[in-house]
């Protein structure tokens, strides 16, 4: 089993900067994928942004040049800054984790953006 644990959501100004952080525990060993999701009200739960251990990243349009991932796979943590901040990304986001083909989810953290 493996356990997600999520920090750094808040409410920021546009233009603003985030940090979120996930931590992987339990009997995890060079974990395959790890990313960040994001699902806002009323909206379908979309990619935002993966990195594989191999440190191989993926961004949609709608964040690429803003939103940066990152991991230390000594501490099975990924990491997401998220500069220049629009309110269109207001949503909860949730860690995701691939291990040994089986999908992990955090609990979600909400990130709230005012213009």
């Known amino acids: 089993q493996v356990q997600l644990v999520e920090s750094g959501g808040g409410l920021v100004q546009a233009g603003g900067s985030l940090r979120l952080s996930c931590a992987a525990s339990?009997?995890?060993?060079?974990?395959?994928?790890m990313g960040w999701y994001r699902q806002a009200p009323g909206k379908q739960r979309e990619l935002v942004a993966s990195?594989?251990?191999?440190?191989?990243?993926n961004y949609p349009d709608s964040v690429k040049g803003r939103f940066t991932i990152s991991r230390d796979n000594a501490k099975n943590t990924v990491y997401l800054q998220m500069d220049s901040l629009k309110p269109e990304d207001t949503a909860v986001y949730y860690c995701?984790?691939?291990?040994?083909?089986?999908?992990?989810w955090g609990q979600g953290t909400q990130v709230t953006v005012s213009s």
């Open positions: 995701y984790v691939r291990y040994i083909g089986t999908p992990y």
């Open positions: 339990g009997s995890v060993f060079n974990i395959n994928i």
């Open positions: 990195i594989t251990s191999g440190g191989s990243t």
